[in-house]
């Protein structure tokens, strides 16, 4: 059985579109690349993943539950925590205290301030933010702005975590040292990563299996190196084979 099984669903909004009939799977332990061009439906797919958005079809489920359409809290309980695109965290809350709510309210959730707050501390050393927990969350740079939304998720304390473009805006040496922090969060954490990304580098240095969404389809699904010599996927989304 998979961690995570998607199959069948479909997403649209009036007259468009969004996903059409999406079938896929996430093993536990792996990091699966989810790739297209904008607009192809990947954010979609993790609102309906997240529980955000109920589909028009089809199902979703997680250790072989139905959490299909479930409410987006009660599946942050079950173990699946998530980031957004444009990170919005408590700007005069400290990082520390941004991380600890996360915490107090995820899977297995901590009923004390006192017990959050040596965890929340483990996590921000996790993502390379040991030094700035006292620091405000209005005050941080755009990479750290990332690496707090990667730690408010963590807090949560998935099995599954889906990472909405953690990487876009970054130069290529802080996009290494992101690559390496979910690296460290697959290995010594023991979570499991589906992540939307378009630093092609990302994705081939870091997933075992992309899957490829193009207008709300699947047009393909294979490793990095089958993925980026794939036809279709050069034509509609690469342009050119990169390995």
């Keep these: 059985m998979s961690l995570l099984e998607v199959a069948g669903v ?10 059409a009939e999406i079938d896929m799977t996430v ?5 699966v ?10 954010t979609t797919l993790f609102n309906v993943i997240g529980g ?11 250790h072989g539950e139905h959490i299909t359409g479930m409410k987006p809290y009660l599946i942050c309980r079950k173990g699946i925590a998530r980031t957004f695109q444009v990170v919005r965290p408590m700007r005069n809350m400290t ?9 107090l309210f995820g899977r297995d959730r901590i009923k004390t301030e006192f017990q959050a707050g040596p965890e929340s501390e483990r996590i921000l050393e ?5 030094q700035m927990m006292h620091v405000l969350a209005q005050d941080l740079t755009l990479v750290d702005h990332k690496k707090l939304e990667m730690a408010r998720a963590l807090a949560c304390n998935p099995e599954l975590l889906l990472l909405d473009e953690v990487l876009a805006g970054l130069t290529a040496t802080e996009t290494a040292a992101a690559m390496k ?24 240095g870091l997933c075992s299996r ?11 699904e294979g490793t990095p190196k089958e993925i980026t010599e794939n036809p279709k996927v050069i034509e509609a989304y690469l342009g050119e084979s990169i390995v």
């Design 126 to 130: 996790t993502v390379g933010l040991g």
């Design 95 to 103: 990082v520390l205290r941004n991380v600890m709510i996360g915490r």
């Design 27 to 31: 093993e536990k332990g792996e990091i």
């Design 210 to 220: 992309v899957i490829v969404l193009h207008y709300g389809r699947k047009i393909a």
């Design 181 to 204: 922090i979910v690296r460290n969060v697959q290995e010594e954490m023991g979570v499991t990563i589906l992540m939307v990304e378009h630093v092609m580098a990302a994705v081939v």
């Design 10 to 19: 479909s997403q649209y909004f009036g007259g468009v579109t969004a996903l």
């Design 33 to 42: 690349g989810l790739i297209g061009s904008n607009g192809a439906g990947k």
């Design 52 to 62: 955000y958005y109920r589909p028009s079809g089809g199902t979703v489920r997680f």
